[in-house]
């Protein structure tokens, strides 16, 4: 069997917020740590003042990938197509096209899919994609979070 099987599992979930698109926005990570009968978690968000929801999604993953300390064996998990199929179809054909979408546009967000796939490097990973809002405990739980980390910047301007 594969390298994979010796490193640590890791079960990463990710969501990202945008009140408003553009407007401020907010993402959240949570990285499921699981030793015999015991789960550790670690809960991690930001945010930014005007952003999209499509980069916030990215930076949910990016951020939980970049708060890895040693190489793993990662499941992530995210309810944006939008990222999983960017990373796992879409992506190949934009580096070969220096960037440029089918279309031949330039690739939104590249400098957020550099950074991932940089963040993606020293470890094994799994994308899965869940469905918003249909009861997946741990997905509810990162919308909520990337949506009061969007509605903090909202707060603390008034």
């Not at 003042?49 to 990938?65: I, V, Y």
């Not at 899919?113 to 963040?119: G, V």
Request: charged share 25%; aromatic share 6%.
């Amino acid at each position: 069997m594969g390298e994979s099987n010796h490193l640590p599992p890791v079960e990463l979930y990710t969501d990202g917020s945008c009140l408003g698109n553009p407007g401020p926005g907010g993402w959240a990570a949570l990285l499921l740590f699981r030793q015999k009968d015991q789960i550790h978690e670690k809960m991690i968000d930001g945010c930014e003042p005007d952003t999209t929801n499509n980069r916030m999604e990215l930076m949910a993953a990016l951020q939980g990938l970049s708060a890895l300390k040693k190489p793993c064996h990662v499941t992530l998990y995210t309810d944006s197509q939008y990222v999983k199929k960017g990373m796992t179809e879409w992506v190949h054909n934009w580096i070969r096209n220096d960037w440029r979408n089918a279309k031949k546009k330039p690739v939104a967000n590249t400098d957020l899919w550099q950074a991932l796939l940089e963040a993606v490097k020293p470890h094994t990973l799994q994308w899965r994609w869940v469905k918003a809002h249909d009861g997946h405990p741990e997905n509810e739980r990162v919308d909520d979070a990337a949506r009061h980390a969007a509605q903090s910047l909202l707060d603390s301007a008034q």
